[in-house]
């Protein structure tokens, strides 16, 4: 093997480590903006449960017991 060669495998594997990293990091952000995506949208639905729970809690009971009876037909 000359060194031309050999020179050239080795850059060869550095570019594919490089990539590979490059690659490693790209995975990891998306990764990263997923999860923030679905926290937020856990947190706007929990935001909305509660300002529901709040409305069902202050309702009359009768009005509560009519709307569970719409909600079972």
Request: aromatic share 4%; glycine share 8%; no cysteine.
């Amino acid at each position: 093997m000359s060194w031309v060669s050999l020179i050239s495998a080795g850059l060869q594997l550095a570019l594919a480590l490089i990539n590979w990293v490059q690659g490693r990091q790209q995975f990891t952000a998306g990764q990263d903006s997923e999860i923030a995506k679905t926290a937020l949208a856990i947190l706007e639905k929990t935001e909305a449960g509660k300002r529901i729970m709040e409305k069902i809690n202050a309702m009359p009971d009768g009005e509560l017991d009519n709307l569970i009876d719409d909600l079972g037909r």
